[in-house]
């Protein structure tokens, strides 16, 4: 019989794969993070296929495409789609979810959405659901749900919604330290409004950023990035904070070895990267994302660093999450399982060479791509976009990591275009979605 493992998600909203120190940006102190990608697996070609809360969430949660689980911004999650909560239940799981949600559905012509009552067959199944709809107001967090069979009222976080929110994870974690549980944490930054607590702003100044190579030296668009950016990195720092926080908590308890947390974001964000701002991008700041794990069996305190090329997507978290655990993956779920690389040094597994990247109901937000596309990313680091009918990006990130450089027409690239459109025709087929690629 397998050792069960208890397993953390802790989940950020709109962090992209680049905005921590141990991945080299020098703006932003990530101390606990570091120590996650160090003393566990970083998966430093992470995507999130389709860089979008509500369809990004929807995967998470089910292991379905978005084209099966979530196609737009807020659009609702059929609650007849058997949830990770499901699976963990079945399993003799206590299971909870706290934070943000947006997979009911509400439309913001509605009313705030922060006030808004997720029905409670709309949350997806957790013994315990205590969170919101959408909000975007981190001082201003309302919440609701309920624990286990009792309802819990809707109130008002008494301070910041990320430190809050750990007080409320840390808190079940004591309560349920003698059962095998799956916790889920769900903060909405570092997501805009770009606000952070005081003694995190103090140590970021806008004149002070350092503004990616991608980033058009256009005074509109340099000015509102370095802005932007100096908020987005203090709530970085304050999740990381946070994220301590809680790996404290498991050691304290003991728990530290039975228990793996998985850090990862829905999406990232552009800040002015290719003079576009917030997500919907096939660009990588719209795409990659941070997805690590910590925790779970002793070799993981070796400072052996486990950095695999695996191009690990959206689909494949809830199917990691039951291996880490020790629980049978269902032959029918599309993602693969990259539990391996937790528990072995050198796991000898079969997994895709690509990620399937996906924009179906564009969002219309912004300075954003308006216009619905397929593309591909490769372990060896090439990517290709379509929109209906014609090729509309090739990369190389190996040569080309800031995709200064388009070759979707460039003469010598023709043959790897060919290759690379016949690997994405193959997953359209594959995922049974249905998009017009070029011949």
């Given amino acids: ?110 009313g705030r959405a922060a006030k808004s009552v997720v029905p409670k067959e709309m949350r997806g199944k957790f013994k ?5 709809e959408n909000n975007n107001s981190q001082f201003d967090t309302w919440v609701h749900g309920h624990k286990e069979d009792k309802d819990v009222d809707m109130y008002r976080l008494p301070g910041f919604e990320t430190d809050c929110l750990t007080n409320m994870l840390l808190d079940e974690i004591d309560v349920h330290k003698e059962e095998n549980f799956f916790m889920s944490i769900s903060v909405q930054p570092p997501h805009d409004p770009y606000n952070a607590p005081a003694e995190f702003m103090r140590n970021h100044s806008p004149s002070d950023i350092k503004l990616k190579k ?87 305190y070796n400072n052996h660093v486990i950095e695999p090329d695996s191009v690990t997507n959206h689909v494949d978290m809830l199917p990691t999450a039951l291996g880490l655990a020790g629980i049978e993956v269902p032959e029918y779920l599309c993602g693969h399982d990259y539990s391996s690389y937790a528990k072995k040094k050198n796991p000898n597994v079969s997994e895709p060479s690509e990620a399937y990247l996906q924009s179906i109901v564009p969002t219309m937000h912004g300075p954003s791509y308006d216009i619905p596309w397929r593309g591909i990313l490769t372990k060896d680091k090439w990517k290709y976009i ?54």
């Avoid at 962090?15 to 991945?23: E, I, P, Q």
């Avoid at 990130?397 to 060919?418: C, I, M, Q």
């Fill in 1 to 110: 019989m397998k050792e069960k493992f208890n397993v953390i998600w802790f989940m950020v909203d709109q962090m992209r794969g680049d905005a921590m120190s141990n991945a080299g940006d020098p703006n932003v102190r990530t101390p606990n993070l570091d120590i996650v990608a160090c003393n566990g697996v970083n998966f430093k070609n992470a995507v999130s296929g389709f860089p979008l809360c509500c369809p990004a969430r929807g995967s998470f949660l089910t292991g379905e495409y978005p084209h099966k689980a979530v196609r737009g911004h807020e659009h609702p999650l059929d609650p007849k789609i058997l949830t990770i909560a499901d699976h963990f239940n079945d399993a003799g799981y206590y299971t909870s979810w706290l934070g943000k949600w947006h997979l009911a559905g509400w439309k913001e012509r509605d």
């Fill in 128 to 132: 315990t659901w205590i969170g919101y």
């Fill in 214 to 300: 991608n980033v058009p030296d256009i005074e509109s668009i340099t000015t509102k990035a370095r802005k932007e950016l100096a908020g987005y990195y203090a709530l970085i720092e304050n999740v990381d904070f946070n994220v301590g926080r809680v790996m404290n908590k498991l050691q304290e308890l003991n728990l530290d070895r039975k228990t793996y947390i998985v850090f990862f974001s829905d999406h990232g964000d552009q800040h002015g990267s290719h003079g576009h701002f917030r997500k919907m991008t096939p660009f990588q700041e719209s795409i990659h994302v941070p997805h690590m794990i910590w925790g779970g069996l002793d070799e993981r």
């Fill in 386 to 439: 379509a929109i209906e009918g014609q090729p509309l990006a090739l990369y190389d990130l190996n040569t080309d990591p800031d995709e200064l450089v388009n070759l979707a027409y460039h003469a010598h690239a023709s043959v790897k275009r060919g290759e690379l459109n016949l690997l994405l025709k193959n997953w359209v087929e594959k995922t049974q979605d249905s998009f017009l690629l070029p011949n």
